[in-house]
């Protein structure tokens, strides 16, 4: 299985670079946790180009592209074509897609669909990248990167507005891909016991295919348990910040997929001013402050746990503060600058600094 690496790296040039162009699947979390940010302290004109556009009105001359994590047929034989007019050529990449495929737990339609955007494409275009950036050191050190971008999440994705809808039970939520199918199964047992010991509890789980199945089974808890299709980011971001949680579960079960995986979840409970219950791991360890919520994944404790968060108001405000803290934290340690490109981002610094 092919893995990113940035074989054309030694010929690059930042002098050339006259604009950048961002190719991306639609409106994604990856764009906008750690790009999007980033992108807004370039200096040059910078295009954001979706992977279903044409790319006939695209000067390569003097641009600098990023790939963030796919590329189609037409974004390779575009680079292809004008890949001596480039002035670079960069994978924005915030999982280990490889492991994914051989060994994730999604369904073999999505496993298949990522070995044609995300695998494939790097056959051809693994000799012509100037700049690999994974998302997490674990990562990098699999891929064996020397460059890593962290997350550095726009304010209006972690910042809670207010008001926040009223309800009139407690809302316990899990939101997940089908990428989290153990997960998942991890879960069920767990809130079914929780909402028989708290009766005013509501759930809310995101789910789809064999993990939406799993809940399904819970039809015993009454109109308690609500399963949300899966949606568009842009449409999730709005609602997830419009109707706000108490409480987050967030399980993260060890393996070689979730352990390079990034802390990016936080953001999420913290733009819905919530409560976390997070899996001690790798991942939620790295960014995590004192009174936030780290669990084992032993499901005794995981319902101990909850139930004496719903149970206890002031012990949720503790903990939605702490993941506002930890975001903060997540933020402070990320670097501004996306690697390759500091001059154009310091170009930028320099013109805000002398006005």
Known sequence: MPKPRAGGR????????????????????????????????????????????????????????????????????????????????????????????????????????????????????????????????????????????????????????????????????????????????????????????????????????????????LDNLGNRVELIPESRWPDYLRRTAEEGADLVLVPLLPGRVNDVRSDTKRVDVARMGAAAVFSRSLAYERCTVPEEILVDDDPERWVERIVRLLKDETERQVSAEAVQASVVRMMERASPFLPGLEQCMQALDERVGRV
Request: glycine share 6%; with cysteine.
């Open 10 to 217: 030694a010929g690059f040039d930042p002098t050339r670079i006259r604009r950048i162009v961002a190719f991306r699947k639609g409106p994604n979390p990856t764009f906008t946790y750690y790009l999007e940010e980033r992108l807004k302290r370039i200096s040059v004109p910078v295009e954001i180009i979706d992977l279903q556009a044409s790319t006939a009105p695209l000067d390569p001359v003097g641009s600098y592209v990023i790939l963030c994590r796919y590329a189609l047929p037409r974004q390779i034989w575009w680079l292809l074509k004008h890949r001596r007019q480039l002035a670079g050529l960069a994978l924005m990449i915030d999982d280990d897609i490889a492991a994914t495929v051989t060994e994730g737990q999604g369904k073999f339609g999505y496993r298949l669909y990522l070995l044609g955007i995300a695998i494939a494409p790097l056959l051809i275009l693994n000799r012509f990248f100037t700049h690999i950036w994974p998302a997490t050191g674990m990562l990098a050190d699999r891929l064996g990167i020397p460059d890593v971008v962290a997350p550095l999440p726009p304010p209006e994705t972690w910042r809670v507005p207010t008001p926040k809808t009223s309800r009139t039970a407690l809302k316990m939520i899990y939101h997940a891909t089908g990428a989290h199918d153990l997960e998942h199964q991890f879960l069920v047992p767990i809130v079914a016991r929780v909402l028989e010991q708290c009766p005013d509890v509501r759930f809310e789980v995101v789910a789809s295919g064999n993990s939406a199945r799993l809940w399904k089974d």
